[in-house]
């Protein structure tokens, strides 16, 4: 009987393993499914505020330029070399 039981349970703690194994890298919930999405968790949250902050400063540019004129013809003047009727551009590359 001793001999009966003995074998059962190196079944038994080969079946866990087994089962350990299978649950770890080969189901579809494995843990290596976990850090993949973990990572990409994680950089989708980094772009988020990426995005956040640039929204901000995009918000805060077009108040500054629905608001303040000398704002709004300094960066048509430097961004997209607007000029007036009397004046000519000249630009200087470095």
């Given at each position: 009987?001793?001999?009966?039981?003995?074998?059962?349970?190196?079944?038994?703690?080969?079946?866990?393993?087994?089962?350990?194994?299978?649950?770890?890298?080969?189901?579809?919930?494995?843990?290596?499914?976990?850090?993949?999405?973990?990572?990409?968790?994680?950089r989708?949250e980094?772009?988020?505020?990426?995005?956040?902050?640039?929204?901000n400063?995009?918000?805060?540019?077009?108040n500054?330029?629905?608001?303040?004129?000398?704002?709004?013809e300094?960066i048509?003047r430097?961004?997209?070399?607007?000029?007036?009727?009397?004046?000519?551009i000249?630009?200087?590359?470095?």
């Amino acid at each position: 009987m001793l001999h009966t039981y003995s074998r059962s349970r190196y079944v038994r703690a080969i079946l866990m393993l087994f089962v350990a194994v299978w649950v770890a890298f080969f189901d579809r919930n494995s843990l290596k499914e976990h850090i993949i999405v973990a990572y990409q968790l994680h950089r989708l949250e980094r772009e988020a505020v990426f995005y956040q902050a640039q929204v901000n400063s995009n918000r805060q540019l077009l108040n500054d330029l629905l608001t303040d004129d000398d704002h709004l013809e300094k960066i048509a003047r430097e961004q997209y070399y607007m000029k007036r009727a009397d004046e000519d551009i000249f630009i200087i590359e470095d």
